[in-house]
Nanobody
Framework: QVQLVESGGGLVQAGGSLRLSCAASGRTFSSYAMGWFRQAPGKEREFVAAISWSGGITYGTDSVKGRFTISGDNAKNTVSLQMNNLKPEDTAVYYC??????????????????WGQGTQVTVSS
């Protein structure tokens, strides 16, 4: 059994910061990449960022790239997301994900094999 557990979500005012963390537990596995997705009520799941074992990083939008920073440790199957200058539109449940196979785009949720339960991020105006 593989489990991904997110932490660090919470309620902040616009302009504030949060740092999300994700750690794998259970059965040992080797990931090709780990990333973050988010989903707001009534909206489709949206790609936020991902990092591969080789250090390649992909961000979902220019806005996210300028405010969010992803980092991780492939050997430990951990990943973090530093979120600065948060905006109300960032409000969503943030999900950690891990993929084993290298085939497919980083921003495609269907290529990820393991998912966390999600952590709520709420940004007030």
């Amino acid at each position: 059994q593989v489990q991904l557990v997110e932490s660090g979500g919470g309620l902040v005012q616009a302009g504030g910061s949060l740092r999300l963390s994700c750690a794998a537990s259970g059965r040992t596995f080797s990931s090709y990449a780990m990333g973050w997705f988010r989903q707001a009520p009534g909206k489709e799941r949206e790609f936020v960022a991902a990092i591969s074992w080789s250090g390649g990083i992909t961000y979902g939008t220019d806005s996210v790239k300028g405010r969010f920073t992803i980092s991780g440790d492939n050997a430990k199957n951990t990943v973090s997301l530093q979120m600065n200058n948060l905006k109300p539109e960032d409000t969503a449940v943030y999900y950690c994900a891990a993929r084993v196979k290298p085939f497919g785009a980083q921003n495609d949720a269907k290529v990820y094999d393991y998912w966390g339960q999600g952590t709520q991020v709420t940004v007030s105006s």
